[in-house]
């Protein structure tokens, strides 16, 4: 790639030289500077369409030159950190699996709001689970700070059942509830873009449905009930609740500086440009990783486990069995081991580094 690039540099300095020096008696002349400008926009269209066709006649070779360097890198990285990812896989597996038996439809002996805690908890459990997939994915492929971006995600579903299995029913169903108004606001703000971005308009009984709807939660739950994780407001007996609110309510406000840095993967923040959690000792800030590495896995691996782990036997605590004790203490155990193998397999390559 970088060849052709080279190629087509010369290929355009030359051509802009030979330009010029057939014009050359017209240099000092008011009509050359929009002749350049023509020859210019002319000559680059037509390197452009010369660089797409060569891609597209050289794309088999170059993708299987790259599949093969990936193909080398995952299987290096696996050999690296495999007795880490089995036992997130592990505790991902036995987490799915315990959630599969919580049918909060089925469940005798519960009462209406514990329903409510049991399906709010199941929906969190679900998403969450898929969650923590994704992350295994973004592991195995050498993605750190995208494996730590979903985490956040996996963190804010944690604090989400803790939160509604302490405060209990009514709150579970108030959560639920809240789509509606998430909806609400997405629909507000797709008519304000839809024919820019050339969709349809949305029909006005569907509107009217929708405002009808919010209003009626309103009059539930109190104004407050539309602002911002509004189905948290009374709870926590304040008119603006942040996910920060939450965390400390549930006292996993110590998660806050993971949290904060995670965030930094989501959004456009300059401190993301100058550093990665996949380049070890980068204390000068001039090493730039644009792919994937076999370093930083340790943070967003153990996190992840945590986070599940919260998930997960939260739910299980909301109709205690003899089997779902067992489990909770399974799943609890397969954490400890996720997070203490993420972290010694990162400390013993920081020691092969520091070792040279």
């Given at each position: 790639?970088?060849?052709?690039?080279?190629?087509?540099?010369?290929?355009?300095?030359?051509?802009?030289?030979?330009?010029?020096?057939?014009?050359?008696?017209?240099?000092?002349?008011?009509?050359?500077?929009?002749?350049?400008?023509?020859?210019?926009?002319?000559?680059?269209?037509?390197?452009?369409?010369?660089?797409?066709?060569?891609?597209?006649?050289?794309?088999?070779?170059?993708?299987?030159?790259?599949?093969?360097?990936?193909?080398?890198?995952?299987?290096?990285?696996?050999?690296?950190?495999?007795?880490?990812?089995?036992?997130?896989?592990?505790?991902?597996?036995?987490?799915?699996?315990?959630?599969?038996?919580?049918?909060?439809?089925?469940?005798?002996?519960?009462?209406?709001?514990?329903?409510?805690?049991?399906?709010?908890?199941?929906?969190?459990?679900?998403?969450?689970?898929?969650?923590?997939?994704?992350?295994?994915?973004?592991?195995?492929?050498?993605?750190?700070?995208?494996?730590?971006?979903?985490?956040?995600?996996?963190?804010?579903?944690?604090?989400?059942?803790?939160?509604?299995?302490?405060?209990?029913?009514?709150?579970?169903?108030?959560?639920?509830?809240?789509?509606?108004?998430?909806?609400?606001?997405?629909?507000?703000?797709?008519?304000?873009?839809?024919?820019?971005?050339?969709?349809?308009?949305?029909?006005?009984?569907?509107?009217?449905?929708?405002?009808?709807?919010?209003?009626?939660?309103?009059?539930?739950?109190?104004?407050?009930?539309?602002?911002?994780?509004?189905?948290?407001?009374?709870?926590l007996n304040q008119?603006?609740?942040?996910?920060?609110?939450?965390?400390?309510?549930?006292?996993?406000?110590?998660?806050?500086?993971?949290?904060?840095?995670?965030?930094?993967?989501v959004h456009a923040?300059?401190?993301?440009?100058?550093f990665n959690i996949?380049?070890?000792?980068?204390?000068?800030?001039?090493?730039?990783?644009?792919?994937?590495?076999?370093?930083?896995?340790?943070?967003?691996?153990?996190?992840?486990?945590?986070?599940?782990?919260?998930?997960?036997?939260?739910?299980?605590?909301?109709?205690?069995?003899?089997?779902?004790?067992?489990?909770?203490?399974?799943?609890?155990?397969?954490?400890?081991?996720?997070?203490?193998?993420?972290?010694?397999?990162?400390?013993?390559?920081?020691?092969?580094?520091?070792?040279?």
């Amino acid at each position: 790639m970088n060849n052709w690039l080279n190629d087509i540099n010369d290929s355009f300095y030359e051509s802009l030289k030979e330009f010029i020096e057939e014009n050359k008696e017209k240099i000092d002349s008011e009509d050359i500077s929009s002749e350049i400008e023509e020859f210019v926009e002319k000559s680059t269209s037509a390197a452009s369409e010369v660089l797409q066709k060569e891609l597209n006649k050289n794309a088999h070779n170059m993708l299987r030159e790259h599949r093969y360097e990936e193909e080398g890198f995952k299987s290096r990285l696996h050999m690296r950190w495999y007795p880490a990812f089995d036992l997130l896989r592990s505790l991902i597996v036995l987490s799915e699996e315990a959630g599969r038996d919580f049918n909060p439809r089925e469940s005798e002996g519960l009462s209406d709001d514990e329903k409510n805690i049991a399906e709010a908890l199941t929906r969190i459990h679900i998403r969450a689970v898929r969650c923590a997939r994704e992350i295994f994915c973004l592991l195995r492929g050498g993605f750190s700070d995208g494996a730590f971006a979903r985490w956040r995600t996996l963190h804010e579903l944690a604090i989400s059942a803790l939160f509604i299995k302490k405060h209990g029913g009514e709150l579970a169903q108030k959560y639920m509830d809240y789509s509606t108004i998430e909806t609400y606001y997405e629909i507000k703000k797709y008519r304000e873009h839809n024919e820019k971005l050339g969709y349809e308009e949305i029909e006005d009984n569907t509107i009217a449905e929708i405002e009808q709807k919010k209003q009626d939660l309103e009059e539930k739950y109190g104004q407050n009930f539309s602002r911002i994780n509004g189905w948290a407001a009374e709870t926590l007996n304040q008119d603006s609740v942040k996910i920060v609110d939450l965390e400390k309510d549930v006292e996993l406000d110590h998660l806050r500086p993971f949290y904060n840095l995670a965030c930094q993967n989501v959004h456009a923040s300059p401190k993301r440009l100058f550093f990665n959690i996949g380049i070890y000792g980068n204390k000068n800030q001039q090493m730039l990783l644009s792919g994937p590495s076999n370093y930083g896995l340790a943070l967003p691996g153990q996190n992840t486990g945590i986070s599940l782990a919260q998930v997960s036997t939260t739910l299980m605590a909301v109709h205690p069995t003899p089997a779902r004790i067992i489990i909770t203490g399974a799943i609890n155990q397969f954490m400890q081991e996720v997070s203490e193998k993420f972290v010694q397999i990162q400390q013993q390559i920081e020691e092969e580094e520091q070792r040279g």
